[in-house]
C-alpha cells in the first residue's frame, strides 16, 4: 500500500522548533515534488512550502519564509520541514502531499500560501503542531 506519513510534531513554546518528517513507503519519491500543508482550526488548508522531486527548487509562503527549511532525502524516502522561531500562528494539522509523474521529475511553485498546478497522487494523515505563547 502507498502512503505518506508525518511525524514529529507536538506541542513546543513560541520561539521553538520542530523537525516535520514525511516518510513515504510503497513508492518511490525519486520522481515526486512535496508540498506542506497545514490546516488551523477554523481556517481553509493552507500551502507551506513545497519542494521540487529532484529538491533543486523550493518555495515557501510568505508566513514561514526565514523560518521554515524544506529538505529531501531520497536515500531514506523522505522530506523534511525544519521549522525553527514557532509562532501560536503556526498552530495547526501539517500534511505532506505528493505530485508525480515518474519517471518525469516534476517541479512546483508556490504563489502566495497556494501551491500552483499541484496535482495530487498522495496526502498524508498529518501531524498536529501546537505552539504555546
Known amino acids: 500500500q502507498s502512503q505518506l506519513v508525518e511525524s514529529g510534531g507536538g506541542l513546543v513554546q513560541a520561539g521553538g522548533s520542530l523537525r516535520l518528517s514525511c516518510a513515504a513507503s510503497?513508492?518511490?519519491?525519486?520522481?515526486?515534488?512535496i508540498g506542506w500543508f497545514r490546516q488551523a482550526p477554523g481556517k481553509e488548508r493552507e500551502g507551506v512550502s513545497c519542494?521540487?522531486?529532484?529538491?533543486?527548487?523550493?518555495f515557501y509562503a510568505d508566513s514561514v519564509k526565514g523560518r521554515f527549511t524544506i529538505s529531501r532525502d531520497n536515500a531514506k524516502n523522505t522530506v523534511y520541514l525544519q521549522m525553527n522561531n514557532l509562532k501560536p500562528e503556526d498552530t495547526a494539522v501539517y500534511y505532506c502531499?505528493?505530485?508525480?509523474?515518474?519517471?518525469?521529475?516534476?517541479?512546483?511553485?508556490?504563489?502566495?500560501?497556494?501551491?500552483?498546478?499541484?496535482?495530487?497522487?498522495?496526502w498524508g494523515k498529518g501531524s498536529l503542531v501546537i505552539v504555546s505563547s
Open positions: 519542494i521540487s522531486s529532484s529538491g533543486g527548487s523550493t
Open positions: 502531499a505528493a505530485d508525480g509523474r515518474p519517471p518525469v521529475q516534476v517541479m512546483c511553485r508556490m504563489t502566495g500560501a497556494q501551491l500552483l498546478d499541484y496535482d495530487v497522487n498522495y
Open positions: 510503497g513508492f518511490t519519491l525519486d520522481y515526486y515534488a
